[in-house]
């Protein structure tokens, strides 16, 4: 990798927040004087405390986002580099540093540690309003903006109408940006930061403001930048739209990278987070093995078409589930069924094996490996954990029944062909399948 083509380099990068010690309450009126004898020297301790950090080993192992002694690491040892032209989207929950990082690349606050690098101009959305100069009107907010990236009256005077068409704010240019709503100051906002011809985009949560058309004219736009060669740095909560977008994805939690990698495997690791199953389980030891009198569970496995076994998969891509089991005694009919369930416990469906060749048919001892297929376009976004279960026929006897014994994560886009389609906001439902419409027109 040439180090020219590198537009963002982010090394070792950490952020302290000093927080307000909290004023302790007095119970007794000895101890409300004493402390109000004391609280000088305490207040002055406590000013200088906000800002030096002399005190706090920053080579140390305080774990990040933990608060030890009023100290709060936002972002803490972060290294990453992102490249010209690259879409890169940052994901966590809330409190992860994506923020503070989003903030110290837009240089609005210094890092505590660490180094950053940046090659290009770099035009950011931060928060809504950010940027913008409450008492100018929205026009001269915009030649605001194409002054501080640098491009002459001349340059933003080309780019004005399509500015304005874009924010659709057209009516209230010569308006106080303090007088707009909260939905017409990201329009502008974001107008401006696209469009300006920023070598680097960033932008925070944009999307999470606004109404769906607006969210999809965002994201046609960013994809339209990130095409024309430049740079997208891009913090979202909205999965589908990072998968959609992105090329690689940056996971941050509690201030710290906990991966990075494609958009669509590390999106699938981070909504299986804190679930402690696996795509695949295996028990070595028979003699463990989930069992009953005719047959023993051996193995459990997710599966992708040619059979890699992994927990992520795209929404339209068919999810393989093995079972490898052993016959015990042979001369019995068996029927291996699974359980799928979404994340909120509800059962999606259950799904028995109808294979014909085996289907009412006694099995002889052996080892066996029962799959099945859920199509693409059925199950919606988000992870699903499965039940192994295998039975006998006459009489009906339990042999194993294994609960979230395995887990896969589906994410979504905003492929055609799709459920979702172009539409940018999550499809509620337990599943989402993409099904045929047809509308009849008739003029009257
Ligand atoms: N100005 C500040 N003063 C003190 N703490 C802050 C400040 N800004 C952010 N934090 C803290 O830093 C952590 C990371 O915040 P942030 O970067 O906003 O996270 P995210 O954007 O991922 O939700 C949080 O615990 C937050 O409370
Ligand atoms: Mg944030």
Redesign the pocket.
Known sequence: MSKNNIAVNVEDLSKI?R?GLKEQTSEHFAEMLWSFVRSPVKNFRKYRSLYTFDDVDLAGDTAA?EQSDSI?W?LKGVSFSVKQGEVVGII?G????????LKILSRITPPTRGSISIHGRVSSLLEVGTGFHPELTGRENVFLNGTILGMRRKEVTRKFDEIVAFSDVEKFLDTPVKRYSSGMRVRLAFAVAAHLEPEILIVDEVLAVGDAAFQQKCMNKMQDVGQEGRTVLF?SHNMPAVTSLCDRVIW?DH?QKVTEGPAQEIVGKYLLEGVDTTAHRVWKDSSSAPAGEFARLREVRVVKKGGDVTGHYCIQEPVGIEMEYEVLKGGEVMLPHFRIRNDNGILVFVTLDHDPEWYQRPRPAGRYISTVWIPGNLLNEGPHFVECNLITRHPEAPQFHEVDVVSFAITGNMEPGTARGDWPGRLKGIVSPALEWETQYRKE
Do not use: E, M, P
Not at 94 to 101: E, F, I, M, P, V
């Open positions: 927040y927080l986002g709060l936002a966590g809330n409190g992860a540093g994506k923020s503070t990082l913090v941050l201030g």
